[in-house]
């Protein structure tokens, strides 16, 4: 029988902030019936990666006691106040030899739908070290990376590290093109408030 065509894909949550401006943990807030962090999980499943890796740390313990975590593999990083950067790195340290490319979620950012990360996947093609999504108002996550990457996204440091890897690819990176704004991550209670409207959820 012949193998597979379909790359190995693998999906990243990132999910260790310490919510810091918001002064509790974001991943725990309430969406719908579900935790936002459940509700992203919801999607990461949905998408049907190889492999979910999801990245916690700061509240950690409440996570692993009120999140389903199920069918995800876990990693727990302790540098996470030193910016998103060191959660790709231990997401990276467990991820499986065979993937080829790997998708980064933000696991406060519940606007993404997984036909989002599909589209994305598709876009990417083949070769293209680097896919972003291209939203009406500008670039967004979740992003997608060649295998070939993964050394270079092991030794980014700090929280935007990412897009300044981005400018540095420069017209490498695939532009896939998705309708409608750029979801709103979670930082504030006012970004909290907004993500509730925007999905017609109670505050």
């Not at 990666?49 to 692993?64: C, M, T």
């Not at 990276?92 to 979620?105: I, K, Q, Y």
């Not at 070939?148 to 017209?171: C, T």
């Amino acid at each position: 029988m012949p193998a597979s065509a379909e790359p190995f894909v693998a999906g990243l949550v990132l999910a260790a902030g310490g919510s810091r401006r918001l002064g509790e943990p974001k991943q725990l807030l309430r969406y719908g019936s579900l935790t936002l962090l459940d509700h992203v999980l919801g999607t990461a499943r949905a998408c049907e990666f190889d492999q979910l890796v999801v990245a916690i740390g700061g509240g950690s313990e409440r996570l692993r006691a009120e999140v389903d975590l199920s069918g995800a593999t876990v990693v727990e990083n302790p540098e996470y106040g030193s910016g998103c950067s060191s959660s790709i790195a231990a997401g990276l340290g467990v991820v499986d030899p065979r993937a080829g490319a790997l998708v980064l979620m933000l696991g406060d950012q519940p606007g993404v739908t997984a036909a989002t990360v599909r589209a994305l996947i598709a876009g990417r093609g083949e070769g293209a070290r680097m896919a972003v999504c291209r939203y009406d108002d500008g670039r967004g996550h979740p992003l997608a990376f060649g295998r070939e990457m993964f050394g270079d996204l092991g030794e980014l440091h700090g929280d935007k590290a990412v897009w300044k890897l981005m400018d540095r690819l420069g017209d490498e990176v695939v532009e896939v093109g998705v309708p409608g704004p750029i979801p709103r991550d979670v930082d504030t209670r006012e970004d909290y408030e907004a993500v509730l409207a925007a999905a017609g959820l109670p505050a």
